[in-house]
């Protein structure tokens, strides 16, 4: 499947958009604001740039683009106060693939400038926001144009579907999973693991043309605690998932060859594979590690596996739908929500993630 002309978080404002059902990333990035801000602000102090050029990679749709946006905004403005210097301007870079629903975010456009100046008394920066479409596995800007990238629960999809994870005759070597599993051969982590090396290393050297010397980045994507590929969190809800799918095989409702296959093309790195990458490629120091899980929080009327299950949904259903058909997904995440509650009354599922705070040193 060509991941970069198909997958996209659903667009709109629908019940199983995107901007309806990222919470859960808005939770993440609130609990590690204080090391976004700590470190633009940081950036700022040593540079004191007139013109801030900022990337957000993997910025998707829905509110908490612009609630990014306004935040570093903000940040900024308090220590050039601090230091009576003037504010800068600010050059900010939408980036996702092409697919994308970069429209919902211009639309709010205008209503975010009227906010923003309204707050500040009409006194607010200059802000110049424009869209980039394309992978970030690549060069997306022009050399030495930003000096800060930030980049929140995007990292962890890869490029494209690991390609061994097919034998010699096309057949599955992963049958009846979408991801690494406790019956998956070793040949499936491995391939993963590899796509991973490859996909991050091309990330950190395109960032390496991009960014000016000093420049920082500000990573947040899920991983995993140790050595072992399946665990309580990630690859856990990646094997429900898979579940899911083979009841609806179970009762017709999908084709089992289709099941076989489908992949994820998806990786939750450890702390040890993000730091061998970032020490292997060579253009960046990595100032900051933090993992963080999000604790788990139930909504008025709706479980916490349903919660979970549209957040998923808004995710992976452009995919699904271009290999399942758009039919299986009312009882596939359905099914999915249901599996989430009865595990969560077991045994609590804690996907865990990073925080990495990286700078450019050459």
Not at 159 to 172: F, T
Not at 236 to 265: I, P
């Amino acid at each position: 499947m060509d991941v970069e002309n198909v997958f996209h978080m659903t667009g709109g404002v629908g019940v199983t958009s995107y901007a309806n059902n990222s919470s859960l990333q808005k939770k993440a990035s609130d609990i590690v604001k204080h090391i976004t801000m700590g470190t633009i602000q940081e950036l700022f102090l040593t540079t004191t740039p007139k013109s801030l050029g900022i990337a957000d990679l993997g910025c998707s749709s829905g509110p908490n683009t612009l609630t990014f946006i306004k935040d570093i905004v903000e940040a900024v403005e308090r220590t050039s106060r601090k230091i009576l210097h003037p504010p800068p301007e600010f050059r900010v870079y939408l980036n996702d693939l092409p697919t994308n629903d970069f429209n919902s975010i211009f639309k709010a456009l205008p209503e975010f400038y009227r906010e923003l100046k309204k707050e500040k008394n009409g006194g607010c920066p200059f802000i110049f926001i424009g869209g980039y479409a394309g992978s970030f596995y690549g060069r997306l800007f022009p050399n030495n144009s930003l000096h800060f990238i930030y980049s929140s629960y995007s990292l962890h999809w890869l490029s494209r579907v690991p390609p061994g994870l097919k034998d010699e005759q096309d057949r599955s070597i992963n049958k009846g999973h979408i991801y690494i599993s406790e019956s998956s051969p070793p040949q499936v982590s491995q391939a993963y693991f590899k796509q991973f090396q490859e996909d991050f290393n091309l990330f950190l050297r395109s960032r390496s043309d991009e960014l000016v010397v000093g420049g920082q980045m500000v990573l947040i994507l899920l991983g995993r605690r140790g050595q072992d590929h399946v665990d309580r969190g990630n690859s856990f809800l990646w094997e429900l998932l898979s579940l899911s799918f083979a009841k609806l095989v179970s009762e017709g409702e999908a084709d089992e060859e289709k099941l076989d296959s489908y992949d994820a093309h998806f990786y939750a790195p450890s702390k040890n594979e993000i730091e061998d990458e970032v020490r292997k490629e060579g253009s960046f120091g990595l100032d900051q590690v933090e993992m963080f899980e999000i604790e788990r929080e139930d909504k008025d009327g709706v479980s916490y596996g349903t919660a979970v299950a549209m957040a998923v949904r808004a995710i992976q259903e452009s995919m699904i739908c271009q290999h399942f058909g758009e039919r299986v997904l009312d009882n596939l995440f359905y099914n999915y929500g249901r599996m989430l509650d009865e595990e969560m009354t077991k045994e609590e599922i804690k996907p865990v993630s990073f925080a990495l705070v990286l700078r450019k040193l050459k």
